[in-house]
C-alpha cells in the first residue's frame, strides 16, 4: 500500500524542493563539467568550484546543508577543496515571518495557542536548517525556548536525501576510495529522526538522566503540555556562543570549559553507549561558571555495547602496537573483509585521531597541523584506499568520527591545553560491557527510547 501523503511528506513538496536543488547544484555541476572538458582540474579551479558549490547550498538552507555539514568532518567523502568550504556551512536559514509562524502555532496547538503562554516573541531568537526557535514564557513565569519546524520539511528532507544519494553515486564513478553507501543510510536515519520533536524530546529526558552527575553539563527541561511532533518547548539556557567565549576568556577557563565538553559528549558514550553526533557550534553555549549547556537532541546515536568495547580496544590496540585487537576492534565497528594493508591504512587514522590520548601529559588536541586538522592524515589515507581499491566505512563510523573532529575542532577554537589522556581514562574507567548492557537498557527503558 503506498504511504499517504502528510503535511510534510506530499509530491508536491518533494517536486518544489527538486527543482530548488536543481537549479542551485545544476548550475554547479555544469561549471564542473566544462572544466573537465577544458582540462581544468587542477587544486584552484577545485577551490574554485568548492567555493560555488558552498554558495549554492548556503543559499538552500534545509537538510541539504546539514548534510554538507555532516560530510565535510568525514574523511575523505569529499574532495579536501569542498570539505574545507562546506565546514563553513552555518544552520541560519531565513526566519519566518509572524504571519506564517502564528498560522504554524495554531496549526499545533489550536487557535487560542497564544493563550497557553505569557507572552510569545515574535522574532525568531535563532534559526536552524530544519527549525526556528523563539523565546517564550509559560504561564507560571517560566522563561522558554519553543523551536518551531519549518512546513513541509519531510518533503524537503526526501527530496534532498534523493538528490545526495546521486551526488554520491555521481562522485563515485571518478574516485572509488571511499563507498558512501553506509554513509547515506545513516545520514538518512539521523534526518528522519530529526524531524520527530517528540523523539528529541525523549533523547532529552535520556540526556538529563545520562548527566545527572554532571555538575559541568545542563540539559533543558521539555514543557510537554506545550510540544508536538512539529513543536518543542523546553526550558531556556542562558549562555554565550563558544567562539565568543574563547576569544576573551583565560586559559583556566578556556581548559575547564574543553573538560566540560568531553564530559558532555563522552560520558553518555563511554557509560551509556550514546553519542551526540552534532558538536555543532551552534548546538550548546557557555555559562560564566564554565559549565556547557546542551541544547539540540536531535542527531543522537545508540551503540550496542559491544561496539563501545570495540571503541575502547582500537585505542589499547594502538597504544601497544597490537595488531590482532587491531583487527578484532574494526570488525566490531563493522568493516568486512579488510587486508593487511588496509588494516595498515586505517592504522593511520587511528594513530591520528587517538594520538591526543595516547600522551599523559598536557597538551593542545593538535599540535603539528592545526591550520589543517586532519587533512595530512587523511590525505595520506586516501591515496592508500584508492590503491588498495577502496573501503566501506560501515554506519557506526559516520556519527562517531564527526563527534571526534567536531570535538577536536571546538577543542582548537579554545586552544586547550588538557590532559586528554587521563581525562579519557577517567572516563572509562570500571569499563564493564555487561555492566553497560543493564545500565543502557534501564536508561532507555526510562527515556521512552529503543536501541537503534
Not at 547515506?184 to 534526518?191: G, V, Y
Not at 567565549?245 to 563522552?266: C, E, L, T
Request: net charge positive.
Amino acid at each position: 500500500m503506498a504511504k499517504k501523503p502528510t503535511e510534510s511528506n506530499s509530491l508536491g513538496g518533494r517536486v518544489k524542493r527538486y527543482a530548488q536543488v536543481g537549479a542551485a547544484v545544476g548550475g554547479f555541476a555544469a561549471r564542473v563539467a566544462t572544466g573537465r572538458a577544458l582540462g581544468k582540474t587542477d587544486a584552484s579551479t577545485q577551490a574554485r568550484n568548492a567555493e560555488v558549490l558552498k554558495l549554492a547550498l548556503g543559499g538552500l538552507k534545509g537538510p541539504l546543508m546539514k548534510v554538507a555539514q555532516i560530510l565535510s568532518s568525514i574523511p575523505d567523502a569529499l574532495p579536501k577543496e569542498y570539505a574545507k568550504e562546506l565546514s563553513q556551512l552555518q544552520a541560519n536559514a531565513p526566519h519566518m515571518g509572524w504571519p506564517f509562524v502564528n498560522r504554524r502555532m495554531a496549526a499545533e496547538l489550536g487557535p487560542a495557542w497564544q493563550k497557553k503562554f505569557k507572552s510569545f516573541a515574535h522574532e525568531a531568537a535563532r534559526a536552524a536548517s530544519l527549525g526556528q526557535v523563539h523565546q517564550a514564557q509559560s504561564l507560571k513565569g517560566a522563561a522558554l525556548a519553543c523551536k518551531l519546524q519549518y512546513p513541509d520539511m519531510e518533503s524537503v528532507v526526501e527530496a534532498d536525501l534523493r538528490q545526495l544519494k546521486l551526488a554520491f553515486a555521481a562522485y563515485k564513478r571518478f574516485d572509488p576510495a571511499i563507498d558512501t553507501t553506509d554513509i547515506h543510510a545513516e545520514i538518512s536515519a539521523r534526518l528522519r529522526e530529526e524531524l520527530d520533536y517528540g523523539h528529541e524530546a525523549r533523547n532529552m529526558a535520556l540526556y538529563r538522566h545520562m548527566l545527572a552527575d554532571e555538575e559541568g553539563v545542563h540539559v533543558p527541561d521539555v514543557e510537554e503540555g506545550l510540544s508536538t511532533k512539529r513543536l518543542l518547548c523546553m526550558t531556556w539556557l542562558e549562555g554565550r556562543p563558544i567562539k565568543d567565549v574563547a576569544a576573551d576568556s583565560s586559559q583556566k577557563d578556556r581548559d575547564a570549559i574543553a573538560v566540560n565538553m568531553f564530559r558532555a559528549w563522552y560520558v553518555p558514550f563511554y557509560k551509556f553507549g550514546v553519542i551526540h553526533g552534532d558538536p555543532h557550534l551552534g548546538n550548546y553555549t557557555v555559562r560564566k561558571d564554565c559549565s556547557v549547556n546542551l541544547m539540540d537532541f536531535g542527531c543522537i546515536r545508540i551503540f550496542p555495547p559491544s561496539f563501545v568495547k570495540g571503541v575502547i580496544d582500537l585505542y589499547r590496540a594502538i597504544a601497544k602496537g597490537d595488531r590482532d585487537l587491531a583487527v578484532s576492534a574494526y570488525e566490531v565497528w563493522g568493516f568486512k573483509g579488510l587486508s593487511a594493508e588496509m588494516i595498515d591504512t586505517l592504522n593511520i587514522w587511528a594513530s591520528f585521531v587517538y594520538a591526543p590520548l595516547l600522551e599523559d601529559r598536557p597538551r593542545l588536541i593538535e599540535e603539528t597541523n592545526a591550520a589543517e586538522y586532519g587533512r595530512d592524515a587523511a590525505a595520506k589515507v586516501h591515496k592508500e584506499l584508492r590503491r588498495l581499491g577502496g573501503v566501506k566505512p560501515p554506519r557506526e563510523f559516520v556519527l562517531m568520527d564527526r563527534a571526534a573532529i567536531g570535538l577536536g575542532s571546538v577543542f582548537m577554537h579554545l586552544k586547550a591545553h588538557v590532559n586528554w589522556h587521563q581525562l579519557f581514562h577517567d572516563t572509562i574507567s570500571g569499563f564493564d560491557v555487561g555492566k553497560l548492557a543493564k545500565v543502557q537498557g534501564a536508561a532507555l527503558k526510562k527515556a521512552g527510547l529503543g536501541l537503534a
